[in-house]
């Protein structure tokens, strides 16, 4: 297990202005994953089902997620 604390300083317009990326994170084939996290916001804001993505950080993106996911009020 890994923790970490991602702080933001200003706003953006679009709903992907916000990635947490890594580049030394193995994903092995016919693993689970769980990716848990908290948010809070000074202003209410919700984030659309499918926009949390566990992600390749270079060309071609491929994603590792499951499709299934809710929205998220923060």
Do not use: R
């Not at 994953?33 to 916001?41: E, L, P, Q, S, T």
């Amino acid at each position: 297990p890994a923790c970490g604390k991602l702080e933001c300083f200003g706003s953006g317009t679009g709903i992907s202005d916000i990635q947490l990326w890594t580049s030394n994170l193995s994903i092995q084939s016919a693993k689970w994953y769980k990716f848990i996290f908290k948010a809070k916001a000074s202003v209410p804001f919700t984030i659309p089902a499918g926009y949390i993505k566990i992600m390749q950080n270079a060309s071609p993106y491929t994603s590792y997620s499951s499709s299934v996911s809710k929205a998220i009020d923060v």
